[in-house]
């Protein structure tokens, strides 16, 4: 789960099928009861419905925990109030060195590390310039980056498009959508 939105959409989806949610946050769910196979199954089929997946805690993979502290990492409303960098704490939460764990990641992913971070940045960037009124100045400092054409250059790069135009065409895309929805007027034909 990547956003606060992700995780209504989890919480939803489990209570419509019966389940307790006693608490969800990235990366951990606590439900009600021992869950049994068929439970646990029917969870994964709901997770999977929402471009979600089950992470079993025991058979936890490092690459598994980096992309939950990855994820986790980059939910945060505001990245620049984060006194250590993400590397730090890669490496603290799982006691091993950058190399390694970059190593093991790349390995098990087919993406470097350094890669699967800076896309996610960008879908956090992509997330505030479709779901905020936060300007590009702020959304920069927002999510780590040095300056606005520091991130613009890597948007460019992963996208192919400028924040700017990004933010454009997403509003424009809303406006038609919006039009076309009071243009579907249902009209009677005459016979």
Same mark, same amino acid.
């Given at each position: 789960?990547?956003?606060?939105?992700?995780?209504?959409?989890?919480?939803?989806?489990?209570?419509?099928?019966?389940?307790?949610?006693?608490?969800?946050?990235?990366?951990?769910?606590?439900?009600?009861?021992?869950?049994?196979?068929?439970?646990?199954?029917?969870?994964?089929?709901?997770?999977?419905?929402?471009?979600?997946?089950?992470?079993?805690?025991?058979?936890?993979?490092?690459?598994?925990?980096?992309?939950?502290?990855?994820?986790?990492?980059?939910?945060?409303? +505001?990245?620049?109030?984060?006194?250590?960098?993400?590397?730090?704490?890669?490496?603290?939460?799982?006691?091993? +060195?950058? +190399?390694?764990?970059?190593?093991?990641?790349?390995?098990?992913?087919?993406?470097?590390?350094?890669?699967?971070?800076?896309?996610?940045?960008? +879908?956090?960037?992509?997330?505030?310039?479709?779901?905020?009124?936060?300007?590009?100045?702020?959304?920069?400092?927002?999510?780590?980056?040095?300056?606005?054409?520091?991130?613009?250059?890597?948007?460019?790069?992963?996208?192919?498009?400028?924040?700017?135009?990004?933010?454009?065409?997403?509003?424009?895309?809303?406006?038609?959508?919006?039009?076309?929805?009071?243009?579907?007027?249902?009209?009677?034909?005459?016979?």
């Amino acid at each position: 789960m990547v956003c606060d939105r992700c995780i209504g959409v989890v919480h939803s989806e489990l209570a419509q099928a019966g389940f307790h949610v006693l608490n969800i946050q990235l990366g951990q769910l606590t439900l009600r009861g021992p869950l049994s196979a068929v439970d646990t199954e029917k969870i994964k089929a709901l997770l999977t419905k929402q471009g979600f997946s089950l992470i079993e805690e025991t058979k936890q993979s490092i690459h598994q925990r980096v992309k939950v502290l990855i994820d986790t990492y980059f939910a945060q409303d +505001d990245l620049s109030e984060n006194k250590s960098r993400l590397s730090t704490q890669l490496q603290e939460t799982l006691d091993l +060195d950058y +190399d390694t764990i970059s190593g093991q990641f790349t390995k098990a992913e087919g993406i470097t590390l350094e890669k699967y971070i800076i896309l996610r940045r960008i +879908d956090k960037v992509k997330e505030w310039l479709v779901y905020s009124d936060l300007t590009l100045t702020e959304i920069a400092h927002r999510t780590g980056y040095s300056s606005v054409q520091h991130l613009s250059n890597q948007f460019r790069q992963q996208t192919g498009l400028t924040p700017s135009y990004f933010r454009q065409v997403r509003q424009e895309k809303k406006s038609l959508q919006h039009g076309a929805e009071k243009l579907a007027v249902p009209i009677g034909i005459e016979q």
